[in-house]
C-alpha cells in the first residue's frame, strides 16, 4: 500500500502543475483519528453531528491546545 501511494506522489510531482506534498503526523490529531475509528465501527454510511460528541471532547481540547502525546515504536 506505502509504495503505491509513493508512485502517485511521484506520478503528481512530474506533471506541469505546482505540488506541494504535506505529511502530518497521526499523533497530530487524535480527534480526527478518533472519529475516523469511530465511523469505521458504526454500520452507516454517514454521519452529521450538531457538536462534538461527549467521548471526544477531551481529545478536541487537546487538539486545541496543541498537547501532543508520543507514539512508542517497538524494534
Known sequence: MGSSLVAKIGR???MDCEVVVRHFYGETNRCADALADFECSLHTNICF???CPTQFSHLVIADALGVSVPRLILV
Open 12 to 14: 503528481l510531482l512530474q
Open 49 to 51: 453531528y450538531e457538536s
